[in-house]
Protein backbone atom coordinates (compact mmCIF):
# COMPACT_ATOMS: atom_id res chain seq x y z
CA UNK A 1 0.00 0.00 0.00
CA UNK A 2 1.20 3.60 -1.12
CA UNK A 3 2.18 5.61 1.99
CA UNK A 4 0.64 9.46 1.58
CA UNK A 5 2.20 12.00 3.91
CA UNK A 6 -0.31 13.36 6.59
CA UNK A 7 -1.35 16.80 6.52
CA UNK A 8 1.34 18.21 8.28
CA UNK A 9 3.47 16.72 6.01
CA UNK A 10 4.62 13.48 8.79
CA UNK A 11 4.94 10.12 7.53
CA UNK A 12 1.84 8.07 8.54
CA UNK A 13 2.72 5.60 10.85
CA UNK A 14 1.53 1.73 10.84
CA UNK A 15 -1.13 2.92 13.42
CA UNK A 16 -2.30 6.21 11.18
CA UNK A 17 -2.55 3.85 8.49
CA UNK A 18 -5.06 1.34 10.53
CA UNK A 19 -6.82 4.38 11.30
CA UNK A 20 -7.39 5.29 8.13
CA UNK A 21 -8.41 1.83 6.70
CA UNK A 22 -11.17 1.77 9.62
CA UNK A 23 -12.10 5.42 8.97
CA UNK A 24 -12.78 3.56 5.17
CA UNK A 25 -13.88 0.88 6.20
CA UNK A 26 -16.93 3.16 8.38
CA UNK A 27 -17.93 5.07 5.32
CA UNK A 28 -17.59 2.39 2.82
CA UNK A 29 -20.58 0.47 5.08
CA UNK A 30 -22.15 3.48 5.84
CA UNK A 31 -23.09 4.14 2.38
CA UNK A 32 -23.47 0.37 1.16
CA UNK A 33 -26.32 -0.08 4.05
CA UNK A 34 -27.99 2.91 2.58
CA UNK A 35 -27.86 1.19 -0.64
CA UNK A 36 -29.31 -2.43 0.44
CA UNK A 37 -31.48 -1.08 3.29
CA UNK A 38 -33.58 1.09 0.71
CA UNK A 39 -33.42 -1.18 -2.38
CA UNK A 40 -34.68 -4.73 -0.45
CA UNK A 41 -37.76 -4.44 -2.81
CA UNK A 42 -35.79 -4.87 -6.07
CA UNK A 43 -33.15 -7.25 -5.11
CA UNK A 44 -33.60 -11.06 -5.55
CA UNK A 45 -31.72 -12.49 -2.95
CA UNK A 46 -32.94 -10.72 0.99
CA UNK A 47 -31.74 -11.13 4.40
CA UNK A 48 -32.53 -9.55 7.19
CA UNK A 49 -29.47 -7.32 8.68
CA UNK A 50 -28.05 -5.47 11.56
CA UNK A 51 -25.44 -2.50 9.81
CA UNK A 52 -22.29 -3.43 11.44
CA UNK A 53 -18.83 -4.52 10.58
CA UNK A 54 -17.09 -7.09 13.43
CA UNK A 55 -14.09 -8.18 13.52
CA UNK A 56 -11.87 -10.28 16.20
CA UNK A 57 -8.40 -10.62 17.18
CA UNK A 58 -7.70 -13.81 16.06
CA UNK A 59 -8.23 -12.73 12.32
CA UNK A 60 -5.14 -10.48 12.60
CA UNK A 61 -1.65 -11.06 13.07
CA UNK A 62 0.55 -10.62 16.09
CA UNK A 63 1.60 -7.11 15.24
CA UNK A 64 -1.95 -5.53 13.94
CA UNK A 65 -3.12 -7.04 17.38
CA UNK A 66 -1.38 -5.31 19.43
CA UNK A 67 -2.26 -2.02 17.69
CA UNK A 68 -5.91 -3.14 17.82
CA UNK A 69 -6.12 -4.27 21.27
CA UNK A 70 -7.51 -0.74 22.64
CA UNK A 71 -10.80 -2.01 20.86
CA UNK A 72 -10.98 -4.89 23.92
CA UNK A 73 -10.37 -7.62 20.89
CA UNK A 74 -9.87 -11.04 22.78
CA UNK A 75 -9.19 -14.14 20.92
CA UNK A 76 -12.58 -15.09 18.82
CA UNK A 77 -15.02 -13.21 20.35
CA UNK A 78 -16.47 -10.44 17.49
CA UNK A 79 -16.30 -7.03 18.39
CA UNK A 80 -18.01 -3.68 16.25
CA UNK A 81 -15.55 -2.50 14.12
CA UNK A 82 -18.08 -0.05 12.47
CA UNK A 83 -22.11 0.58 12.50
CA UNK A 84 -23.71 1.98 9.86
CA UNK A 85 -25.80 5.11 10.42
CA UNK A 86 -29.26 4.94 11.11
CA UNK A 87 -28.87 1.13 11.01
CA UNK A 88 -30.19 -1.37 13.97
CA UNK A 89 -26.88 -1.82 15.02
CA UNK A 90 -26.99 2.20 15.71
CA UNK A 91 -30.16 2.40 16.96
CA UNK A 92 -29.63 -0.34 19.78
CA UNK A 93 -26.39 2.00 21.00
CA UNK A 94 -24.05 -0.33 20.00
CA UNK A 95 -20.53 1.30 19.18
CA UNK A 96 -17.04 0.70 18.12
CA UNK A 97 -15.57 -1.44 20.46
CA UNK A 98 -18.41 -3.35 21.79
CA UNK A 99 -17.87 -6.80 22.48
CA UNK A 100 -20.61 -9.81 21.61
CA UNK A 101 -20.60 -12.08 24.48
CA UNK A 102 -24.19 -13.96 23.71
CA UNK A 103 -26.81 -13.75 21.32
CA UNK A 104 -30.27 -14.97 22.57
CA UNK A 105 -28.93 -16.90 25.17
CA UNK A 106 -26.34 -18.84 23.09
CA UNK A 107 -23.15 -17.99 25.36
CA UNK A 108 -20.09 -17.17 22.28
CA UNK A 109 -16.56 -18.86 22.66
CA UNK A 110 -13.87 -16.76 23.28
CA UNK A 111 -11.18 -19.56 22.77
CA UNK A 112 -7.48 -18.87 23.41
CA UNK A 113 -5.70 -15.56 21.56
CA UNK A 114 -3.13 -17.68 18.60
CA UNK A 115 -0.22 -16.94 17.75
CA UNK A 116 -0.98 -16.38 14.42
CA UNK A 117 -4.08 -15.49 12.40
CA UNK A 118 -6.11 -17.98 12.56
CA UNK A 119 -10.28 -17.39 11.64
CA UNK A 120 -12.16 -20.86 12.08
CA UNK A 121 -13.25 -19.61 15.80
CA UNK A 122 -14.16 -16.60 14.66
CA UNK A 123 -16.02 -18.31 11.73
CA UNK A 124 -18.02 -20.43 14.23
CA UNK A 125 -19.16 -16.92 16.43
CA UNK A 126 -19.96 -15.59 13.07
CA UNK A 127 -22.13 -17.89 12.21
CA UNK A 128 -23.88 -18.28 15.32
CA UNK A 129 -24.77 -14.37 15.15
CA UNK A 130 -25.94 -15.08 11.16
CA UNK A 131 -28.37 -17.44 12.10
CA UNK A 132 -29.90 -15.31 14.96
CA UNK A 133 -30.63 -12.69 12.61
CA UNK A 134 -32.65 -15.20 9.98
CA UNK A 135 -35.92 -14.62 10.92
CA UNK A 136 -35.81 -10.98 11.32
CA UNK A 137 -36.75 -11.10 14.68
CA UNK A 138 -34.99 -8.70 17.87
CA UNK A 139 -31.84 -9.99 18.80
CA UNK A 140 -30.58 -9.86 22.81
CA UNK A 141 -27.33 -9.83 22.87
CA UNK A 142 -24.68 -9.40 25.70
CA UNK A 143 -21.73 -6.80 25.22
CA UNK A 144 -19.35 -5.91 26.88
CA UNK A 145 -17.84 -2.43 27.20
CA UNK A 146 -14.94 -0.90 28.96
CA UNK A 147 -15.05 -4.00 30.86
CA UNK A 148 -18.86 -3.96 32.16
CA UNK A 149 -21.08 -6.04 30.52
CA UNK A 150 -24.63 -5.43 29.40
CA UNK A 151 -27.65 -5.91 27.32
CA UNK A 152 -28.85 -4.51 24.34
CA UNK A 153 -31.82 -5.49 21.78
CA UNK A 154 -30.72 -5.31 18.01
CA UNK A 155 -33.66 -5.44 15.77
CA UNK A 156 -32.73 -6.43 12.34
CA UNK A 157 -33.98 -4.91 9.49
CA UNK A 158 -34.49 -6.16 5.74
CA UNK A 159 -31.49 -5.58 3.40
CA UNK A 160 -30.34 -7.18 -0.12
CA UNK A 161 -28.72 -10.27 0.86
CA UNK A 162 -25.39 -9.12 -0.59
CA UNK A 163 -21.82 -8.18 1.99
CA UNK A 164 -19.41 -5.51 1.38
CA UNK A 165 -15.79 -5.54 1.64
CA UNK A 166 -13.27 -3.46 1.74
CA UNK A 167 -9.89 -4.51 0.15
CA UNK A 168 -6.33 -2.56 1.18
CA UNK A 169 -4.68 -1.89 -1.75
CA UNK A 170 -3.47 0.35 -4.38
CA UNK A 171 -5.80 -0.78 -7.62
CA UNK A 172 -8.09 1.35 -8.16
CA UNK A 173 -10.71 -1.05 -8.49
CA UNK A 174 -14.36 -2.39 -7.75
CA UNK A 175 -15.87 -5.52 -8.21
CA UNK A 176 -19.09 -7.67 -7.66
CA UNK A 177 -18.97 -12.01 -7.44
CA UNK A 178 -22.66 -12.22 -7.26
CA UNK A 179 -22.72 -12.62 -3.38
CA UNK A 180 -20.83 -9.69 -2.46
CA UNK A 181 -18.99 -6.31 -3.55
CA UNK A 182 -15.50 -5.51 -3.17
CA UNK A 183 -13.95 -1.69 -3.46
CA UNK A 184 -10.23 -1.43 -3.29
CA UNK A 185 -8.98 1.52 -0.40
CA UNK A 186 -7.07 3.44 -3.13
CA UNK A 187 -10.55 3.96 -5.04
CA UNK A 188 -12.78 4.60 -1.95
CA UNK A 189 -10.09 7.28 -1.01
CA UNK A 190 -10.43 8.67 -4.52
CA UNK A 191 -14.20 8.98 -3.78
CA UNK A 192 -14.26 12.26 -2.21
CA UNK A 193 -17.63 12.74 -1.28
CA UNK A 194 -20.18 9.89 0.12
CA UNK A 195 -22.36 10.48 -3.26
CA UNK A 196 -18.91 9.36 -5.14
CA UNK A 197 -18.74 6.44 -3.68
CA UNK A 198 -22.27 5.60 -4.17
CA UNK A 199 -21.80 5.67 -7.97
CA UNK A 200 -19.05 2.67 -7.16
CA UNK A 201 -20.77 1.02 -5.35
CA UNK A 202 -24.68 1.38 -6.74
CA UNK A 203 -22.65 0.50 -10.45
CA UNK A 204 -21.19 -2.51 -8.37
CA UNK A 205 -24.62 -3.52 -6.55
CA UNK A 206 -26.66 -3.19 -9.60
CA UNK A 207 -24.27 -6.38 -10.99
CA UNK A 208 -25.63 -8.60 -8.21
CA UNK A 209 -28.91 -7.49 -8.54
CA UNK A 210 -29.15 -7.89 -11.95
CA UNK A 211 -27.59 -11.40 -11.43
CA UNK A 212 -24.67 -10.60 -14.29
CA UNK A 213 -22.42 -13.03 -12.85
CA UNK A 214 -24.71 -16.43 -13.15
CA UNK A 215 -25.68 -15.02 -16.52
CA UNK A 216 -22.36 -14.77 -18.32
CA UNK A 217 -21.82 -17.87 -16.95
CA UNK A 218 -24.20 -19.46 -18.03
CA UNK A 219 -23.74 -17.75 -21.63
CA UNK A 220 -19.98 -18.63 -21.62
CA UNK A 221 -19.09 -21.68 -19.71
CA UNK A 222 -15.27 -21.36 -20.22
CA UNK A 223 -15.29 -17.96 -18.51
CA UNK A 224 -15.17 -19.88 -15.08
CA UNK A 225 -11.67 -20.56 -16.44
CA UNK A 226 -10.54 -17.47 -18.50
CA UNK A 227 -12.64 -14.97 -16.94
CA UNK A 228 -14.36 -12.31 -18.88
CA UNK A 229 -11.72 -13.14 -21.82
CA UNK A 230 -14.31 -15.41 -22.90
CA UNK A 231 -17.19 -13.49 -23.09
CA UNK A 232 -17.47 -11.44 -26.36
CA UNK A 233 -16.68 -7.53 -25.79
CA UNK A 234 -19.87 -6.11 -27.42
CA UNK A 235 -21.80 -8.73 -24.84
CA UNK A 236 -19.60 -7.62 -21.86
CA UNK A 237 -20.12 -3.60 -22.93
CA UNK A 238 -24.13 -4.17 -22.74
CA UNK A 239 -23.73 -5.65 -18.82
CA UNK A 240 -21.54 -2.55 -17.75
CA UNK A 241 -24.28 -0.21 -19.41
CA UNK A 242 -26.80 -1.80 -17.62
CA UNK A 243 -25.28 -1.64 -14.49
CA UNK A 244 -24.36 1.95 -14.85
CA UNK A 245 -28.12 3.03 -15.93
CA UNK A 246 -29.51 0.55 -12.85
CA UNK A 247 -26.87 1.82 -10.63
CA UNK A 248 -28.03 5.27 -11.00
CA UNK A 249 -31.86 4.28 -10.28
CA UNK A 250 -30.25 2.52 -6.99
CA UNK A 251 -29.00 5.59 -5.91
CA UNK A 252 -31.68 7.74 -6.51
CA UNK A 253 -33.80 5.35 -4.53
CA UNK A 254 -31.22 5.91 -1.49
CA UNK A 255 -31.70 9.35 -2.01
CA UNK A 256 -28.51 9.83 -3.14
CA UNK A 257 -27.05 13.09 -5.93
CA UNK A 258 -27.27 10.38 -8.35
CA UNK A 259 -27.18 13.74 -10.47
CA UNK A 260 -23.02 13.96 -9.90
CA UNK A 261 -22.22 10.69 -11.74
CA UNK A 262 -21.90 11.78 -14.85
CA UNK A 263 -18.97 14.55 -13.17
CA UNK A 264 -17.67 11.93 -11.26
CA UNK A 265 -16.98 9.59 -14.51
CA UNK A 266 -15.25 12.23 -16.22
CA UNK A 267 -13.18 13.00 -13.35
CA UNK A 268 -12.47 9.63 -12.40
CA UNK A 269 -11.33 9.45 -16.86
CA UNK A 270 -9.04 12.54 -16.05
CA UNK A 271 -6.58 10.68 -13.20
CA UNK A 272 -6.59 7.31 -14.18
CA UNK A 273 -5.83 5.87 -17.81
CA UNK A 274 -7.22 2.38 -17.46
CA UNK A 275 -10.86 3.80 -17.78
CA UNK A 276 -9.64 7.21 -19.83
CA UNK A 277 -10.17 4.66 -23.01
CA UNK A 278 -12.25 1.94 -23.80
CA UNK A 279 -11.43 -1.52 -22.78
CA UNK A 280 -12.26 -5.26 -23.57
CA UNK A 281 -16.28 -5.14 -22.73
CA UNK A 282 -15.25 -1.72 -20.60
CA UNK A 283 -16.64 1.68 -22.52
CA UNK A 284 -14.25 4.78 -22.02
CA UNK A 285 -14.67 6.76 -18.73
CA UNK A 286 -16.11 9.34 -21.33
CA UNK A 287 -18.33 7.25 -23.32
CA UNK A 288 -19.92 6.35 -19.27
CA UNK A 289 -20.33 9.75 -18.75
CA UNK A 290 -22.19 10.63 -21.85
CA UNK A 291 -24.46 7.31 -21.02
CA UNK A 292 -25.35 8.75 -17.62
CA UNK A 293 -26.21 12.26 -18.84
CA UNK A 294 -28.85 10.62 -20.54
CA UNK A 295 -29.94 7.97 -17.43
CA UNK A 296 -30.00 11.59 -15.63
CA UNK A 297 -32.24 12.61 -17.71
CA UNK A 298 -35.04 9.61 -17.61
CA UNK A 299 -34.78 9.63 -13.63
CA UNK A 300 -35.74 13.11 -13.65
CA UNK A 301 -38.37 12.95 -16.28
CA UNK A 302 -39.88 10.16 -14.45
CA UNK A 303 -41.48 12.97 -12.54
CA UNK A 304 -40.96 10.38 -9.12
CA UNK A 305 -38.34 10.45 -6.22
CA UNK A 306 -36.80 8.27 -3.68
CA UNK A 307 -38.29 4.79 -3.26
CA UNK A 308 -41.14 4.98 -6.18
CA UNK A 309 -38.60 5.02 -8.72
CA UNK A 310 -38.33 1.92 -11.11
CA UNK A 311 -35.87 0.74 -13.76
Excluded at 55 to 72: C, E, F, K, T, W
Aim: net charge negative.
Amino acid sequence: MRVSPLSDGRVPSTADRIAEIGDLDRRVLGVFHRLVSSNVDVCPKRAFGAGWLLHAANQYSAPMRDMLIVDGLEGDLPAVSATAPGGPAAKAGLARGDVVMSVDGVELKAGATADRARYEGVEANLKVLEAALVDGGPLTMEIRREGVVREVVVVPEAVCAYDVHLDVSDELNARADGSSVHISSALARFALTDDELAVILGHELAHNVLEHRDILDREAPARRVFGNLAVAPGRLERVEREADRVGLFLMARADFAYEIAPAFWRRFGESNWRVRWAQWGHPSAAERARQLDVVVAEIRGTGLSGRSLTY
